[in-house]
């Protein structure tokens, strides 16, 4: 008889590249842990397959989802060509006003390493961004079509801006106005872009707040990804309407074997949970 998962763990990676840096995984240690998933005989799950299963739906034991956030061009250099080796797939939250025009560049499964493109460490790539240099940093369109074609990636909204508007704005109902603003323009973005565009948010640095939660419930979206550390078991509701918030995983730059204990814990919930109040 075939087992079913008791838990989702849901991975969450930003950067895979060569230049070391913050939320970075070299390239060694990522196809490593990779390769570990294959042999070990995990699936990966895309966001509707994951929808399901938090809805009551069986999937099979050992299932995962892994995550990238914003769209990082080492994404596509490193990250990509791994997965498709493996057959995984992987969800992008994509920051939908960065991805500009262009031809593909090359990735590491088709040229020799010199003629990569060059990749900038985490904090250099946000002073790109922020001086308006946003292709040295982030994916093409014509990169993320030939992903999603591949079958490796499928992308979804990490808003349009990746601004923190309870930041910069100066009260709660000008925050709620950009915030909605905000929302509209990635969902926009995304359906004419891609051709659909789903109820899968990951919140910017992993802040929201009931102003968040309500304005981005009434733009459509239904599940929000967190930073919050934990598993994510299967919930019976009455209706599919009910708003799902996802707790991740944060891959670290270090061994299979560091992320299959991960793994072990955080695909049982009851020590999962024992777990994370040991850890706190």
């Given at each position: 008889m075939s087992r079913h998962a008791r838990a989702v763990p849901v991975l969450m990676y930003h950067h895979v590249s060569t230049s070391p840096g913050m939320i970075t995984v070299a390239p060694g240690h990522f196809a490593v842990q990779m390769a570990y998933l294959a042999n070990a005989g995990y699936s990966t799950l895309g966001a509707e397959q994951l929808s399901t299963f938090l809805r009551g739906e069986d999937m099979?034991?050992?299932?995962?989802?892994?995550?990238?956030?914003?769209?990082?061009l080492d994404n596509w250099v490193?990250?990509?060509?791994?997965?498709?080796?493996?057959?995984?797939k992987a969800i992008c939250f994509l920051v939908s006003s960065w991805p500009g025009a262009g031809a593909i560049r090359p990735h590491a499964f088709n040229v020799l390493p010199d003629a990569l493109p060059r990749l900038l460490d985490h904090h250099a790539?946000?002073?790109?961004?922020?001086?308006?240099?946003?292709?040295?940093v982030i994916l093409r369109w014509s990169e993320i079509e030939a992903m999603r074609k591949a079958g490796t990636?499928?992308?979804?909204s990490h808003t349009h801006t990746h601004v923190r508007w309870d930041q910069v704005t100066?009260?709660?109902?000008e925050k709620r106005e950009r915030l909605q603003a905000d929302l509209i323009a990635a969902r926009e973005t995304l359906s004419a872009r891609l051709g659909d565009v789903s109820d899968h948010l990951c919140w910017p640095q992993g802040y929201y707040d009931d102003d968040y939660r309500e304005i981005a419930h009434d733009a459509g979206f239904r599940h929000f990804y967190t930073c919050h550390v934990g598993t994510n078991a299967r919930v019976r509701r009455t209706t599919l309407d009910a708003e799902r918030s996802i707790n991740r995983l944060e891959v670290r730059n270090r061994p299979a074997s560091w992320l299959a204990s991960r793994l072990w814990i955080h695909s049982r919930p009851m020590i999962s949970k024992a777990y994370l109040s040991i850890k706190r």
């Amino acid at each position: 008889m075939s087992r079913h998962a008791r838990a989702v763990p849901v991975l969450m990676y930003h950067h895979v590249s060569t230049s070391p840096g913050m939320i970075t995984v070299a390239p060694g240690h990522f196809a490593v842990q990779m390769a570990y998933l294959a042999n070990a005989g995990y699936s990966t799950l895309g966001a509707e397959q994951l929808s399901t299963f938090l809805r009551g739906e069986d999937m099979p034991d050992k299932s995962l989802v892994i995550t990238f956030d914003d769209g990082y061009l080492d994404n596509w250099v490193h990250a990509h060509p791994v997965l498709q080796q493996h057959g995984f797939k992987a969800i992008c939250f994509l920051v939908s006003s960065w991805p500009g025009a262009g031809a593909i560049r090359p990735h590491a499964f088709n040229v020799l390493p010199d003629a990569l493109p060059r990749l900038l460490d985490h904090h250099a790539g946000e002073c790109a961004i922020e001086q308006g240099h946003v292709d040295d940093v982030i994916l093409r369109w014509s990169e993320i079509e030939a992903m999603r074609k591949a079958g490796t990636f499928e992308f979804h909204s990490h808003t349009h801006t990746h601004v923190r508007w309870d930041q910069v704005t100066k009260s709660s109902a000008e925050k709620r106005e950009r915030l909605q603003a905000d929302l509209i323009a990635a969902r926009e973005t995304l359906s004419a872009r891609l051709g659909d565009v789903s109820d899968h948010l990951c919140w910017p640095q992993g802040y929201y707040d009931d102003d968040y939660r309500e304005i981005a419930h009434d733009a459509g979206f239904r599940h929000f990804y967190t930073c919050h550390v934990g598993t994510n078991a299967r919930v019976r509701r009455t209706t599919l309407d009910a708003e799902r918030s996802i707790n991740r995983l944060e891959v670290r730059n270090r061994p299979a074997s560091w992320l299959a204990s991960r793994l072990w814990i955080h695909s049982r919930p009851m020590i999962s949970k024992a777990y994370l109040s040991i850890k706190r």
